[in-house]
């Protein structure tokens, strides 16, 4: 099984940036597509962004595209979220998770089995 622990998370105005880091416990060299979740308040579980264990494909929610870059370093088996332009609807728990090896398809959400504890994102003024 494939420990994953989250960072970055914090309170930040509109407008304004976080990155989220997520480290897992071993080599995820080419094997885990590795996807960002988030669940605000009241609401269910939404996938954000994944990206594919080579790092060659990436996927975005239309809520973030343009906004939200997703990359991976596998040399350090870590997995980044650049969030920019916040809004206060961005304000969730934010998940990393990972999928299980040579996955079909990133964005298939189902799939992911391997949870990290989450991160705290809040927008506000």
């Known amino acids: 099984q494939l420990e994953l622990v989250e960072s970055g998370g914090g309170l930040v105005q509109p407008g304004g940036s976080l990155r989220l880091s997520c480290v897992a416990s071993?080599?995820?060299?080419?094997?885990?597509?590795i996807g960002w979740f988030r669940q605000a308040p009241g609401k269910g579980r939404e996938g954000v962004s994944c990206i594919s264990g080579s790092g060659g494909s990436t996927y975005y929610a239309e809520s973030v595209k343009g906004r939200f870059t997703i990359s991976r370093d596998n040399a350090k088996n870590t997995v980044h979220l650049q969030m920019n332009s916040l809004k206060p609807e961005d304000t969730a728990v934010y998940y990393c998770a990972a999928a299980p090896p040579y996955y079909s398809r990133c964005y298939y959400w189902e799939g992911y089995t391997d949870w990290g504890q989450g991160t705290q994102v809040s927008v506000s003024s």
């Open positions: 071993r080599s995820i060299l080419d094997y885990n597509d």
